[in-house]
């Protein structure tokens, strides 16, 4: 097939997917990647608590709200400003960012379900890059797993292909049971993008990201009143 036949159906299926978020009543495309992967993975279900990185404009956490019911939680966190969603709690902060961590750690206050990361960067355009920075992003999801998943909790994550890719996997390997690679049919197939879906958390984890372990001098997480 050739390029421009593969730029035409991803085209069309951009489209598709588009208009069918408008019928339905969802903020983004990209609530259809989840309902599809969270059809064949069993990701979510009633009562579960998830939280919804980059979840700006709210499509994700739209259908994970679906999923969890009034009895589940979602809290949703952006570096953008995300216009309320009903049953939804929304951080706005940098998940890089220790304060916008603590911020979540709080607004948990406890132990979560499933993490969900369709953070991606501010595509420089540059490959290599915006995949490690992909990969970074990706890391930090990691490091909220370490920190509030529940043990057998489940994580799915967005992530560029590229040289860094099999590392990310190996991390994810040391960590949960079972670690799955898929390409949804919303995704567009001539992206780089597929998302990892991991399941069966093995509890907190002693290996940290080799990207965090740098920043080791940062004093440990406390959030008011509570230790973690
Ligand atoms: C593809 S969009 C997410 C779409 C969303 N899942 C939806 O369905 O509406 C990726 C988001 O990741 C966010 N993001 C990127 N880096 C981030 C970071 N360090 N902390 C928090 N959010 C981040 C971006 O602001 C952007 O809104």
New binding site residues.
């Given amino acids: 097939m050739s390029d421009l036949h593969d730029r035409w159906v991803a085209e069309r299926r951009r489209e598709y997917y588009y208009r069918l978020a408008k019928k339905e009543g969802?903020?983004?495309?990209?609530?259809f990647?989840?309902l599809q992967i969270d059809e064949r993975f069993n990701v979510m279900k009633e009562g579960d608590s998830v939280v919804?990185?980059?979840?700006?404009?709210?499509?994700?956490?739209?259908?994970a709200k679906e999923c969890v019911g009034e009895t589940g939680q979602v809290i949703g966190?952006?570096?953008?400003y995300i216009h309320p969603l009903d049953g939804v709690q929304f951080i706005i902060?940098?998940?890089?960012?220790d304060n916008?961590m603590i911020r979540l750690l709080e607004m948990v206050g406890g132990k979560v379900d499933v993490v969900?990361?369709?953070?991606?960067?501010?595509i420089a355009g540059a490959y290599s890059m915006d995949h490690a920075r992909s990969i970074e992003?990706c890391m930090?999801a990691v490091d909220v797993c370490d920190r509030i998943l529940k043990r057998k909790g489940k994580l799915v994550t967005?992530v560029f292909q590229g040289d860094l890719f099999n590392g990310y996997i190996k991390e994810l390997e040391k960590r949960f049971e079972k670690v799955t690679v898929h390409s949804p049919d919303a995704s567009r197939p001539t992206s780089s993008e597929v998302y990892v879906i991991s399941s069966g958390f093995l509890g907190t984890c002693n290996v940290k990201p080799k990207k965090l372990e740098k920043e080791e001098v940062k004093p440990e997480f406390v959030a008011k009143g509570r230790n973690f």
């Fill in positions: 969802y903020r983004s495309r990209a609530s990647k989840l919804d990185l980059g979840a700006c404009p709210g499509g994700w956490s739209q259908v966190v952006d570096l953008r902060g940098d998940i890089t960012d916008t969900l990361s369709d953070m991606a960067p501010n992003l930090y967005k």
